[in-house]
């Protein structure tokens, strides 16, 4: 089974007049590889693959895949029609990447069975490892507990990024072992190390990755003290970077920093003045 265990960071897509910002994006990532991360998952919800068409998602992957190894890359593969889903799985595939993150589909609210076929047709296709998104509050379809177990038995998928909000579930699939757990909810990555979960796929982690990255080897040393202690100091920003529909948050982070415009492509909008404010005196404390 593929190994994906670590801090993997949900990449946002820099945007600079309303076009992909490639030099901030290289920069970006390049900056988040240096700190330690496992590695970077591009074009998934934070990197705003929505608002993004396929050209412009296969661009971005190609940029970063320039900055980083192949095997520190994850792809997001989303959709409600398999058979564009399986082409588009297809055109990904012809790069090396480490593995590919999908998303039940989303809006049609398919039935458990149909969830269930849907991972198997694209597992079956995969020739890279396979992600389960579980993330019902977007997709509005839950992947039921006994589903879930069940798809992840198959030979190509090798997690789970849990946005479930269920811990019986967490619990479940961690004690299984058929496929490592990643936290995909912030506020809950030290709780998710500390029952045995495999690392976690994080938005907020673009500020501070190193603090990310040494909380979780504080875990793997044994040392809980010393990794509550890095989860509290992160506390402040991670429950502000969450305060407004992701990725505005940590895109005005990013810019406070230099790093990339804060800009978001429609609908999405730009953080409030309240939240900038709020920010300034969170990233104060922590940078």
């Known amino acids: 089974m593929s190994d994906l265990r670590g801090i993997w960071v949900a990449l946002a897509t820099p945007f600079r007049s309303g076009e992909v910002d490639f030099e901030a994006l290289q920069g970006l990532a390049k900056k988040l590889l240096a700190e330690g991360t496992r590695g970077l998952v591009v074009c998934g919800t934070t990197g705003e693959a929505a608002a993004l068409d396929k050209g412009e998602q296969l661009a971005v992957l190609d940029a970063v895949l320039q900055v980083a190894q192949p095997h520190q890359v994850i792809m997001g593969l989303s959709g409600y029609n398999l058979q564009e889903v399986l082409a588009f799985q297809q055109k990904i595939q012809q790069r090396e990447i480490a593995g590919l993150l999908v998303p039940a589909p989303c809006y049609i609210r398919p039935s458990q069975q149909g969830i269930e076929s849907f991972f198997q047709t694209v597992a079956d296709a995969a020739s890279v490892a396979l992600v389960v998104y579980d993330i019902p509050y977007r997709t509005g379809v839950r992947i039921e507990r006994e589903t879930l177990r069940r798809i992840v038995r198959h030979p190509n998928i090798v997690a789970v990024k849990d946005c479930g909000g269920d811990i019986e579930t967490t619990l479940a699939l961690i004690s299984d072992g058929h496929a490592q757990v990643l936290a995909g ?99 104060a404390a922590l940078l």
């Open 185 to 283: 909810e912030d506020l809950q990555i030290f709780t998710h190390l500390a029952l045995g979960g495999a690392g976690a796929i994080s938005a907020s982690a673009h500020v501070r990755a190193d603090l990310y990255v040494q909380m979780m080897r504080h875990m793997d040393e044994g040392d809980i003290s010393a990794a509550r202690a890095v989860f509290y100091r992160l506390l402040p920003w991670i429950q502000t970077a969450f305060c407004e529909a992701n990725p505005a948050v940590v895109k005005a982070a990013l810019s406070v920093q230099g790093l990339i415009a804060n800009e978001l492509r429609e609908p999405m909008q730009p953080s409030g003045a309240q939240t900038l404010g709020r920010l300034q005196t969170v990233l």
